[in-house]
């Protein structure tokens, strides 16, 4: 599906989004930094820890506040938040005023309204994408966002240091731009619920009785649940790479040729090292997820699932057998095609089962998934203390072919569940 072929809503969003992630990468990557040296690191690790706690809240509330209200109002309610709580992080940070805490409280504030957001975005493409070219529109917004991984931290580099004022500044104003254009040029797209919305004159506890007992219904769904078990086993795998690798690669490269034309070397040290495998993996995202997105969608969700989680565990037996440089680089390339293999899909999948009316909700629980699989995946840290690296990655190895396992027992129960209602 070609993108001059796109409904208008996902035009705007696609250009829209891409200013705004761009300008929000220039300085997020070096935030952790600046929180830990104005709170020192251990209140810094707490703190974040409990910001993302109210994420995880907000991103629940998203999707019923998606469902119940719409997707559109959600959007521009959300992004225009996002951008009032960067203009006062930049104040909290400008020249005229200092202060980290003013700054960390926006900031947490900023990823709540983040958070109301995304679940509105991913069921306004489910809305609009007939299910065949679903896959691949998902897979053109992973793209476009990896793009702004790439470019964002290069830039921010540059300017950070000297300009952390103006970054966060401009960030903000293309978050409330962003609003105004999403509230001017796109239409509303959510079906029409058959419940009436609660009314201003209902108990304020009612809503979240019924947000409660529309979740209940989504932990019921079998199916789900499997998807979502499999994704936290799954996680403990990709989510290494912010975590475990670098730790791994700083300690076993010391200084390494990577490239060397007679007496002439290139060397690197264990953090150009992790710089060099993770701008790979940024380009090959960036190159690749489209056209390996619909390579996959030729194949059953079951296999591609399946097989995903089996090469994850593959690329961290190849880093664990490794401490060569272009040994990494190989390894993070079979990491790299692991992940591309299920990125569009997956969200596909999420739109297939969901109800119409609850698709919000179905995209917000997805979510846990990399929510849960933030709070534990750091354990592998200390991991290498107590066990070495090598044991590490093999535990990591196992958990992903329980993820395989658990994919293979979701498909399986939905089809056998299928046949039954059939009969």
């Not at 290139?266 to 060099?276: D, N, T, Y």
Request: charge should be positive; charged fraction near 15%; glycine fraction near 8%.
């Amino acid at each position: 599906m070609r993108i001059r072929d796109w409904d208008s809503n996902l035009k705007v969003r696609l250009f829209g989004e891409a200013a705004m992630n761009i300008t929000f990468w220039m300085f997020f990557p070096f935030l952790a930094i600046y929180f830990a040296e104005a709170f020192g690191k251990n209140k810094a690790g707490f703190l974040l820890v409990f910001s993302q706690i109210f994420s995880v809240v907000a991103n629940l509330m998203g999707g019923y506040c998606a469902d119940r209200f719409g997707r559109k109002r959600m959007m521009v309610l959300s992004a225009i938040g996002q951008g009032l709580s960067f203009v006062v992080f930049a104040f909290a940070s400008s020249p005229w005023y200092q202060s980290p805490w003013v700054g960390f409280i926006a900031f947490a504030v900023a990823g709540v309204f983040g958070s109301f957001y995304w679940p509105a975005s991913q069921a306004m493409v489910a809305d609009v994408v007939e299910e065949k070219h679903r896959s691949q529109v998902f897979a053109i917004f992973y793209t476009s966002i990896n793009i702004a991984v790439v470019i964002g931290p290069i830039l921010g580099g540059i300017f950070y240091a000297r300009y952390r004022f103006e970054l966060l500044l401009i960030a903000g104003i293309v978050c409330i731009a962003l609003g105004f254009i999403l509230a001017r040029w796109t239409k509303e797209t959510a079906p029409v619920q058959k419940a009436a919305v609660l009314s201003g004159g209902g108990k304020w506890y009612q809503f979240l009785l019924n947000q409660l007992k529309d979740y209940s219904v989504i932990v019921k769904d079998r199916t789900f649940l499997l998807f979502i078990a499999a994704g936290v086993l799954a996680g403990q795998t990709f989510m290494q790479l912010d975590l475990l690798l670098p730790v791994y690669i700083k300690d076993v490269i010391h200084n390494q040729s990577l490239f060397s034309f007679g007496d002439w070397s290139f060397k690197v040290g264990g953090e150009q090292a992790f710089g060099i495998v993770l701008a790979e993996n940024g380009f090959l995202v960036a190159l690749l997820t489209v056209a390996v997105t619909k390579w996959m969608s030729r194949y059953s969700e079951r296999n591609v699932f399946v097989l995903s989680s089996v090469i994850y565990g593959a690329s961290l037996i190849i880093f664990s057998q490794t401490q060569w440089i272009w040994g990494l680089i190989m390894g993070m390339a079979v990491f790299t095609f692991a992940e591309l293999m299920g990125v569009g899909l997956q969200q596909s999948f999420v739109s297939r089962i969901a109800p119409d009316h609850m698709r919000g909700q179905y995209f917000a629980a997805s979510s846990l998934r990399f929510t849960l699989s933030r709070t534990i995946a750091p354990l592998s840290i200390p991991m290498t203390v107590w066990i070495g690296y090598n044991w590490t990655y093999f535990v990591l190895f196992i958990l992903a072919l329980l993820s395989a396992a658990l994919y293979w027992l979701m498909f399986y129960s939905a089809e056998k569940k299928s046949m039954k209602l059939g009969a």
